[in-house]
């Protein structure tokens, strides 16, 4: 064992592929730099107006976000501050959480059940955990 375990060779290999990886990831983030965050600098005033007149045409606050690279906060964020009334958000009917229960007992996953719903995945997780409903385990990760 002691005339394998510390090779010369096999030490500044590592070390130059360690330099390789570190050059590696400060040439994405000169090539990828971080987006910006504040809303008000990744959108402009006709992206803006076009968002509002999409919703009021009866686009979802969902399918806007996913369109536009924004989060459904941000794009409520931009209707409330433009004025427009914000439709009542969709709640699943009873048959509905009847029928994701079952799903979910069946063992299928909270984002298949609500894309059959049409709804988001937290919508279905919201609904189950108002009938009792226990979360499955997730594969011994914490929760």
Do not use: F, W
């Not at 969902?62 to 439709?87: C, D, P, Q």
């Not at 988001?120 to 609904?127: D, E, K, Q």
Request: net charge positive; with cysteine; hydrophobic share 30%.
């Amino acid at each position: 064992m002691r005339a394998y375990s510390n090779q010369g060779t096999l030490t500044s290999t590592l070390e130059r592929l360690r330099e390789q990886a570190s050059e590696q990831r400060k040439l994405e983030t000169v090539r990828n730099p971080p987006q910006t965050r504040a809303l008000a600098r990744r959108l402009t005033e006709t992206q803006r107006a076009a968002i509002v007149t999409a919703y009021e045409a009866g686009s979802s606050a969902n399918r806007l976000a996913t369109e536009y690279g924004l989060g459904k906060g941000s794009v409520l964020k931009i209707l409330r501050t433009s004025g427009a009334a914000i439709r009542q958000q969709r709640r699943l009917t009873d048959q509905e959480i009847d029928h994701a229960l079952a799903c979910y007992r069946d063992g299928q996953s909270l984002a298949r059940i609500a894309s059959r719903l049409d709804v988001a995945h937290t919508t279905v997780m919201t609904a189950l955990e108002r009938r009792g409903v226990p979360r499955r385990d997730s594969h011994g990760r914490p929760r």
